[in-house]
């Protein structure tokens, strides 16, 4: 089975709104990809990408406003 990066180079990253503006524990999410939701640390902006399914996105942001 082989594996596919996705380009995240010219992603336009928006910073999530629970942003405490402290440099605190913070995500960024990109927009605009076809099928993916790429996510970083907003305090490592050169640091790793986790990028999920756009069709896990949903369940993901709504478990972690359940918790």
């Given at each position: 089975?082989?594996?596919?990066a996705?380009?995240?180079?010219?992603?336009?990253?928006r910073?999530?709104?629970?942003?405490?503006?402290?440099?605190?524990d913070?995500v960024?999410?990109?927009?605009g990809?076809?099928?993916?939701?790429?996510v970083?640390?907003?305090?490592?902006?050169d640091?790793?990408?986790?990028?999920?399914?756009?069709a896990?996105w949903?369940?993901?942001?709504?478990g972690?406003?359940?918790r």
């Amino acid at each position: 089975m082989g594996t596919s990066a996705t380009d995240v180079s010219k992603a336009v990253w928006r910073t999530s709104s629970y942003t405490n503006g402290e440099n605190g524990d913070c995500v960024e999410v990109a927009d605009g990809l076809v099928g993916v939701v790429p996510v970083r640390d907003s305090t490592r902006r050169d640091g790793p990408v986790l990028v999920m399914s756009a069709a896990a996105w949903a369940p993901f942001v709504a478990g972690l406003k359940a918790r």
